[in-house]
């Protein structure tokens, strides 16, 4: 039994939002079931064969990618926005979620604008100097996908970071250890259920991404074709394959759900 | 030749000031006080995790002369002398004892122990053993392998106590370490206490409430006193 068990109330809703309750719940189900009865489980392994395959392989491999580089670039800033005090911190944090509320196609399109090859701000030196081109390759997936899946893992850190008792950071500086040491052993080892979170947030994001991915790296089949464009490509001419493969990552999604239970539904009230 | 820990100082936390004058010497000397009166920032401040605002913090040997600098004297922190020298915490030899212990939860009692002599450079399959012996020395052997949050108040104080006074501190401070405790518990420990400081040299500091505790472990009594408006909190010796 989790602590909720025995100290939930039983309360007596009125009847007309039970109703509204239920019609809202129906809301997000109906679209799975739909979802669910378009599946031919019968030729499911098949379906998702050849082309649905390659992009759901492509778009698990990028949205790894992708979330580690968020974590390389946003462990650190979410350390400096819990932590440090200065001017401007509140700002620097709405701008670092800018890409949460943004919509993903501007997002591409700042993306293009920044790291294009012929006119972006640092596409065409990074071109020119190290002949690194982004847009169109696989490389510019995992950069569009950590740009807009950033800010979750981002404030997801943040909270954490803010929430740890540094008593036990005062606690290990009296036992010897110096400063990095109690960030690697003592920081760090507390804030690792915000840290799956994020991650895990941070990768859904970063799967499910689409306005972002095709218009800064495209939609080139097995290079940036990720899962999301296949999808949307293939009810267009193959609709069997396009409802396997979305099943597919339903269920990939509902093991991010799994991951996160505990600490985001059932023992949190 | 006294050795000893000096404090001449003033302490700053926002609008609270404190000023503080003490000597302790090889001996324990309880810190008391109203709530609020500053006595667990005056330890924070002597541990290095806050640092003196003026003044001067050292701790060690004079000479017969008394004159500083002699062998094995160190100033831990003094924001007014031209260096202003200040040592950080993790190099300051002092071993703290918290109210509420703040044993690490994700290690269990003989690694939270170990945590110290890892950190002054002991390889790990020594530190555990060195750890298992200090856990024996304060009767939780059979906890090694326990996490915090599965041990009684009374035991994870224990696990605190060896865990703050295994590496061999040169100063210890502990902040209300019987406290939390029910009465059983607060009598075995304070016995237990007693014997433990009696065997360790240097300046020990106990912030108490309780009058058994002072009488039972303290040579001496520093009263912090309270006070309103703009006047600093100051530290006196009772008695």
């Not at chain 2, 002092?94 to 212990?101: I, L, P, S």
């Not at chain 2, 065997?199 to 309780?210: C, E, F, Q, S, W």
Request: aromatic share 6%.
């Amino acid at each position: 039994m989790t602590r909720g068990g025995a100290a939930r109330r039983r309360v007596r809703a009125p009847r007309a939002v039970v109703v509204a309750a239920a019609l809202g719940a129906a809301f997000i189900l109906v679209p799975f079931a739909g979802l669910l009865r378009q599946v031919r489980w019968a030729s499911f392994a098949a379906d998702l064969g050849g082309p649905a395959r390659s992009a759901l392989l492509l778009s698990l491999a990028s949205a790894v990618a992708a979330t580690a580089l968020a974590l390389v670039l946003g462990a650190p800033l979410a350390w400096v926005l819990a932590r440090m005090d200065f001017r401007g911190r509140a700002l620097l944090r709405a701008l670092v979620t800018l890409p949460m509320v943004l919509p993903p196609v501007v997002g591409g399109a700042a993306l293009l604008a920044a790291y294009g090859r012929s006119y972006g701000l640092l596409g065409r030196w990074l071109f020119d100097t190290a002949g690194v081109q982004l847009t169109f390759s696989w490389w510019g997936v995992v950069v569009a996908e950590a740009f807009v899946a950033m800010p979750f893992l981002v404030l997801a850190l943040e909270g954490g970071i803010a929430s740890v008792d540094r008593r036990y950071e005062q606690a290990a500086a009296t036992l010897g250890a110096a400063p990095t040491t109690r960030l690697a052993l003592v920081t760090t080892r507390l804030l690792l259920p915000s840290l799956a979170a994020g991650l895990a947030l941070a990768w859904a994001r970063a799967l499910g991404e689409f306005g972002a991915t095709i218009t800064f790296a495209g939609n080139i089949e097995a290079r940036t074709r990720t899962a999301p464009l296949a999808v949307y490509l293939l009810l267009e001419s193959d609709p069997r394959a396009a409802y396997a493969l979305s099943a597919a990552l339903v269920a990939v999604c509902v093991s991010v759900l799994v991951v996160l239970r505990g600490r985001w539904w059932g023992t949190r009230r | 030749m006294t050795v000893g820990l000096e404090l001449d100082g003033e302490i700053r936390r926002g609008d609270f000031v404190l000023r503080a004058s003490l000597r302790v010497g090889d001996e324990t000397v309880a810190l008391t006080g109203a709530n609020g009166a500053g006595k667990t920032t005056l330890l924070h401040a002597i541990a290095g995790l806050v640092p003196l605002a003026a003044g001067r913090l050292a701790v060690g040997a004079r000479d017969a002369t008394g004159a500083a600098g002699a062998a094995g004297y160190t100033v831990l922190d003094a924001p007014d002398a031209p260096s202003a020298p200040f040592v950080p915490p993790h190099r300051r030899g002092v071993a703290m004892v918290f109210q509420d212990h703040l044993l690490f939860p994700f290690l269990d009692a003989r690694d939270n122990v170990a945590f110290a002599l890892r950190r002054a450079g002991v390889a790990r399959g020594e530190a555990r053993a060195r750890a298992e012996a200090a856990l024996a020395d304060y009767g939780v052997a059979h906890l090694a392998r326990a996490r915090p949050g599965r041990l009684s108040g009374g035991e994870a104080q224990r696990v605190a106590l060896a865990r703050a006074l295994v590496g061999g501190p040169q100063i210890v401070l502990l902040d209300e370490p019987l406290a939390a405790l029910d009465a059983a518990a607060r009598r075995d420990n304070r016995a237990l206490l007693r014997e433990r400081l009696a065997a360790i040299r240097g300046p020990k500091l106990l912030v108490t409430h309780d009058r058994e505790d002072l009488a039972a472990l303290c040579a001496r009594e520093y009263r912090l006193e309270r006070t309103t408006g703009f006047e600093p909190a100051t530290l006196t010796l009772a008695r």
